[in-house]
């Protein structure tokens, strides 16, 4: 009887073995066995399964990938299909005997050589040594020789900048004051040049500034993304992140801090005006010239025509008009503000300036913390006379020193922002004016530091909208 019992006991442990045996089997990590995809990322399997359907559509693609980075086996068929050239033919043959001096040290020179030089011929650019850097990447996958072509021509058309940098340089400098003045001040106060090592970063497309394997990961992210500022944008995080260590190596970056890297680029592009990304896209990205010229701007550009749109849409944040008084009283746009020292033919007093803007700053705290709530300082935009308006860029160090973000002046000045608003004929919606009495006696005074608070600014504006807005039924006519 006992015995019959031990032999149960043997048999039912045996089992339980067995049972544990097959459970670590299943869960053992080897990619040839079936139950090895149940262990894959979702996403993973399903691009794999994408990619055994023969879809190479980049935005069927990018939807299944969503921001990951890819395994190293894949990217020479993905990286193709990102960049749109899969399966697309090229005239690209190699030239024999041609060796550019750049491409030395490449993995294979003559065909190095032959792709920057096709690449610069057709572009009408000259072969850069950056190209060389920036080929090595697409050189190691192993591609055909035609497909490392068209996708080195893809990538460097869509993501390198057309410009000298200089001109990304000034960029970057911009940027950096709109988002952090004190930290701008810091750099040009201690002549460190961050922006110049910055556009290294960008020029190279970030090849020989990463590591290794965190390049390749970038990559994966950049090619995956549909705007061509995200270098600089990155570039941009970088900079930034220097401000607490000035010591930082971007190499330490790792792929893990990828994705958080390039949201953060994707935040600071979203808070740059509209106007400023596109007149980036249009000089960096596609050389067309504009005709005001980056190096005459001390602080960031914006188009008169978002300044109207945002105040149509009550989006704008203060705008703080510094024309010379006559000007103002003669004509302004409602809802703008003044200092409330005396402005004269691009002259001002210094003392009573800087008394004016710290009197403006403090009656403008105070109105947005009547609610008891903390709110951080909008940003504003400077209307002057024009480009050249010495009180523009006066004023702007001014708000600067009292630590606003988001300074920024009116491309054009308030003529611009007339033509703006009589383009889209909203002259009584949008313009105070008096042609006939330069000197207003009756003009409502709008001297922030004397003080006009931001409740009367907006209610001018909101009653002039419901004057304009008011119409008799009977009149409208429906037939369109």
């Given at each position: ?60 693609l990018r939807s299944i990938i969503d921001s990951n980075c890819l ?410």
């Open positions: 009887m006992d015995e019959e019992m031990d032999d149960d006991l043997v048999g039912e442990y045996t089992t339980d073995l067995d049972l544990e045996a097959e459970i670590e089997a299943f869960l053992e990590d080897d990619d040839d066995s079936p139950e090895s995809s149940l262990l894959k990322p979702i996403w993973l399997a399903e691009l794999e399964s994408a990619l055994n359907d023969e879809v190479y559509d980049g935005d069927i395994p190293e086996e894949l990217r020479l068929k993905i990286w193709p299909a990102l960049l749109g050239v899969h399966g697309k033919r090229s005239n690209f043959r190699r030239r024999k005997e041609l060796l550019l001096k750049s491409c030395e040290s490449s993995s294979n020179p003559e065909l190095a050589s032959s792709i920057i030089a096709e690449y610069s011929q057709s572009r009408g650019v000259p072969p850069k040594s950056e190209f060389a850097t920036i080929l090595a990447p697409f050189l190691a996958l192993g591609l055909e020789d035609n497909v490392v072509y068209n996708c080195f021509y893809a990538a460097v058309s869509k993501f390198h900048p057309r410009v000298e940098r200089e001109t990304i340089r000034c960029y970057l400098d911009l940027l950096v004051q709109y988002f952090d003045p004190e930290y701008a001040r810091l750099l040009q106060s201690k002549k460190l040049d961050y922006s110049k090592v910055a556009c290294d970063w960008i020029d190279n497309m970030f090849v020989n500034c990463l590591g290794d394997e965190t390049l390749l990961s970038f990559f994966d992210l950049v090619f995956q993304s549909t705007d061509n500022l995200v270098l600089i944008f990155t570039a941009l995080v970088c900079l930034m992140n220097r401000r607490d260590n000035p010591e930082l190596d971007i190499k330490e970056i790792q792929p893990d801090d990828l994705s958080d890297l390039i949201q953060l680029a994707q935040f600071y592009q979203s808070k740059t005006p509209a106007s400023f990304l596109q007149r980036m896209r249009e000089e960096i990205q596609k050389g067309k010239k504009p005709k005001e010229d980056i190096n005459d701007f001390l602080v960031l550009p914006v188009s008169a025509e978002q300044v109207v749109k945002d105040v149509l849409n009550a989006t704008a944040g203060v705008v703080l008009d510094i024309r010379p008084d006559a000007n103002f009283e003669h004509s302004h746009l409602i809802g703008s503000l003044r200092l409330s020292c005396c402005i004269q033919d691009e002259l001002m007093e210094m003392t009573s300036l800087r008394a004016s803007v710290d009197k403006f700053h403090w009656n403008l705290s105070s109105e947005l913390k009547k609610d008891g709530l903390e709110v951080d300082l909008p940003d504003i935009v400077l209307i002057g006379r024009d480009d050249s308006d010495s009180t523009l860029f006066t004023v702007a160090n001014e708000l600067l020193r009292v630590g606003y973000v988001g300074v920024a002046v009116v491309v054009g000045g308030f003529k611009a922002i007339v033509k703006e608003i009589q383009s889209i004929g909203s002259e009584d919606l949008l313009l105070w004016s008096n042609p006939d009495n330069p000197i207003l006696p009756n003009a409502p005074d709008s001297s922030f530091g004397g003080w006009f608070n931001l409740s009367t600014a907006f209610n001018t504006l909101n009653s002039t909208l419901e004057k304009v807005l008011q119409f008799d039924e009977d009149a409208v006519d429906t037939n369109f």
